[in-house]
């Protein structure tokens, strides 16, 4: 595992993905940038203390200053990792009153944050066999990666995603997943929208309440599945109870990285 580094990273493209995300393309200054699949970075707030207003007297510099330590936010790296790259993707849901989410809406291509990463153990080996992936939002992010990485190694086992949002539009890389499932008959995506529009006739309300059934079509299939869970904690601890206490899931065939 590389141990963390801090480095400097210009933002090369921006574009919204839902009405409330936006995915950030960075390249890392000078060097590539190396990760696993399910990782994270923490990236610096621009400005912003983590104990805002806290003001010292400085004699020397003649005034007051700001301290305190960088306020700094983390994301999971949303793209597919490439040998000598130096790029990486962060998808950021925009949080109302959120500090560190508002400021990355706004950040403009050209720009350059201080990074450290690659960060994280919610990792996927490739051979691990059957995989539910469980994401609400942004959630998704580190799946992507883990999804690739096991089709660019020729895996034929169930990679199934069931992706909780609100509506369709805030199904972010949707067609990207329908690509794949399209054309790899053992990825499926599974939508869950908690606000159903009228004529949407596919699964509703919360992920937890789905994940059971399709866990134990995956036990069906034969082989030992693994769900790997990502997004919010209340989420996270629910899914985790349903499929250990009613699917008989091991702590080994559990994943979970949470946001919260
Ligand atoms: C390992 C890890 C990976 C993460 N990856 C991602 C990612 O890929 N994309 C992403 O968007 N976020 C991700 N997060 C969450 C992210 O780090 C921030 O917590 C989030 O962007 C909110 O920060 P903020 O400064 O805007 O809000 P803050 O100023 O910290 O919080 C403002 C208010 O909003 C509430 N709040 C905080 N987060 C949320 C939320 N998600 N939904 C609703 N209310 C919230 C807080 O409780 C607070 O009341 C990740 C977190 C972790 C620990």
Redesign the pocket.
């Known amino acids: 595992m590389t141990p963390p580094e801090t480095f400097q990273a210009t933002v090369i493209s921006a574009r919204s993905v839902t009405p409330r995300?936006r995915e950030l393309v960075f390249e890392r200054d000078g060097a590539p940038f190396h990760f696993q699949s399910g990782q994270?970075v923490s990236v610096v707030?621009g400005d912003n203390v983590d104990a805002p207003g806290r003001m010292v007297s400085e004699a020397s510099a003649g005034g007051q200053v700001r301290t305190g330590r960088p306020?700094r936010?983390?994301?999971?790296i949303?793209s597919v990792p490439v040998v000598g790259g130096a790029r990486f993707e962060?998808?950021?849901?925009?949080?109302?009153?959120?500090?560190?989410?508002?400021?990355?809406h706004e950040l403009q291509v050209g720009t350059k944050v201080e990074v450290k990463g690659p960060?994280?153990m919610?990792l996927r080996p490739v051979d691990v066999g059957p995989s539910l992936f469980v994401a609400t939002?942004?959630?998704v992010?580190?799946f992507r990666g883990m999804i690739h990485d096991a089709l660019a190694a020729g895996r034929t086992e169930p990679l199934w995603v069931l992706f909780g949002v609100r509506t369709l539009n805030d199904a972010m890389y949707r067609e990207e997943f329908e690509a794949l499932a399209a054309k790899h008959s053992n990825v499926r995506l599974l939508l869950s929208l908690s606000r159903p529009t009228d004529g949407w006739n596919g699964r509703t309300g919360y992920v937890q309440t789905h994940a059971l059934e399709l866990w134990n079509e995956l036990k069906a299939l034969g082989g030992v599945p693994h769900a790997y869970v990502c997004g919010?904690k209340k989420m996270l601890l629910e899914v985790r109870e349903v499929l250990k206490t009613q699917g008989g899931a091991d702590r080994k065939q559990l994943h979970l990285?949470?946001?919260?």
């Open positions: 995300v994270w707030i306020l936010r983390s994301y999971s949303a962060l998808v950021v849901t925009k949080v109302d009153g959120g500090v560190g989410s508002t400021w990355l960060q994280g919610f939002g942004t959630g992010a580190p919010v990285e949470s946001y919260d």
